[in-house]
Structure formats: structure tokens, C-alpha cells
């Protein structure tokens, strides 16, 4: 599953119209409501403020809109854009200022999905994945090097506790949980202990080629 970086601004001028695509991570359908009503009302004397979001795990939630341009011609270009990328919690406005000139049906679906896809290519996609969570034990004496060991693996630490040891937790890319307690068993000589803790979700940044590390 993936969603846009950040949210953010990018601006495309085509035979004189200009095309603002402004771009909005949303959890829900409300919140995509929500972006859209603060991008008309700030752009209330645009020409159009053409709209497209996807919410949801699965994207099953996709509304878009063509605010006046020709049935067609706007949203739906900007929907398949996100769709596309396979972007879901992504809301996208692009205010489109008229400059005299018309674009014909192909022109706009072009603008449209131009502005949205340059949007997109400026704030940057980020993959989240699923990740299977381990705790690695560790007395004072090995924990600094330890945890030096773990944040230049491939793996993520994801939270450190002091308490009577060093409690840290790591989420565990492309290894299995059994292959990395052996790991770490080898490391520290089997003096920390590893404890399967779950799942949890963490954001990777996609690279330029659609492809995350």
C-alpha cells in the first residue's frame, strides 16, 4: 500500500491556464471532504477546483469530480493518475485558472493528469509495509554496541527503553525472525535475548524507478 510522502503544492501552465495541484494524506473520507472545501475557499475566484481522493486500506473509497469542465475530463483523469501510482489516503485538487485559450477534451484530460502526476513526482511516495517486530534484551554493557549494530542493519529500530536492561525494539526487513535471533545470538555471544512481539506498520520512501529499498 502506498500514499504520497507529504502533503504539497505544484503548479503546471499550459497555453496560458494555470494548474495548481495541491496534494493532502487524509485518513478518511472526511478529512478528503475537508481539504477539498479549504482549497475552493481559498481559491474561491478560480475558474475550476477539480477534485480526486482514495481512501482506505484497500482503496475501496474513490470519489472524484470535474467542478464544471467537461464530464470526464478532469477528475477522472486525476483519479486514474493516483490510482495508477496505487496511492490510497491521498486527496488531490488542482485549481485550474482559464487563460483565454481552450484546451479540447484531450487537452484537459492531459492537463489534468499532468498536474496531479507532477504533484506527485515533487512531494514523493512513501510504501508502507507490514513488518514483523522483535524485542532484543540486552544488559548496559552491550546495548550501546548492539543498538549501533542494529540502526546500521537493514533493519529499523523503532523504539528504545532503559529500565534494569536496554529494551530494544526493531522491526525486521527481508529476515525472518528465527534467522535474526541467531543473529544476534552470534553478535553478543548469546547474551541478549529476542522476543516476537507482532506487527507494525512502517513508511519506506519509493525511489524515482517505483521501487522501494
Not at 6 to 14: A, D, F, T, V
Not at 40 to 48: D, G, S, Y
Not at 107 to 115: D, K, M, P, Q, V
Not at 136 to 165: I, K
Request: glycine share 10%.
Amino acid at each position: 500500500m502506498r500514499t504520497i510522502r507529504r502533503g504539497g503544492e505544484h503548479q503546471i501552465e499550459i497555453k496560458k491556464s494555470r494548474f495548481i495541484c495541491a496534494l493532502a494524506r487524509v485518513s478518511s473520507e472526511d478529512e478528503a471532504r475537508e481539504f477539498i472545501a479549504e482549497r475552493r475557499k481559498l481559491h474561491w475566484n478560480a475558474t475550476h477546483n477539480c477534485t480526486a481522493y482514495i481512501v482506505g486500506e484497500d482503496g475501496r473509497i474513490q470519489r472524484s469530480s470535474d467542478d464544471g469542465e467537461p464530464a470526464g475530463t478532469a477528475g477522472v483523469p486525476m483519479l486514474e493518475v493516483l490510482r495508477h501510482r496505487g496511492l490510497t489516503d491521498t486527496a488531490a485538487v488542482v485549481t485550474r485558472y482559464f487563460g483565454g485559450i481552450k484546451l479540447g477534451a484531450g487537452g484537459l484530460i492531459r492537463a489534468y493528469g499532468s498536474a496531479v502526476a507532477a504533484a506527485i513526482d515533487e512531494v514523493g511516495i512513501l510504501e508502507r509495509r507490514s513488518l514483523p517486530v522483535v524485542t532484543v534484551l540486552a544488559d548496559y554493557q552491550q546495548a550501546g554496541r548492539l543498538e549501533s549494530d542494529l540502526r546500521e542493519s537493514p533493519h529499523r529500530v523503532v523504539d528504545v527503553r532503559y529500565g534494569a536492561d536496554v529494551e530494544i525494539d526493531v522491526a525486521l526487513y527481508g529476515t525472518d525472525p528465527a534467522d535474526f535471533t541467531a543473529w544476534v545470538a552470534e553478535i553478543t555471544a548469546g547474551q541478549a535475548l529476542c522476543e516476537l512481539q507482532g506487527k507494525t506498520t512502517v513508511e519506506v520512501e519509493v525511489g524515482a524507478d517505483g521501487t522501494a529499498p
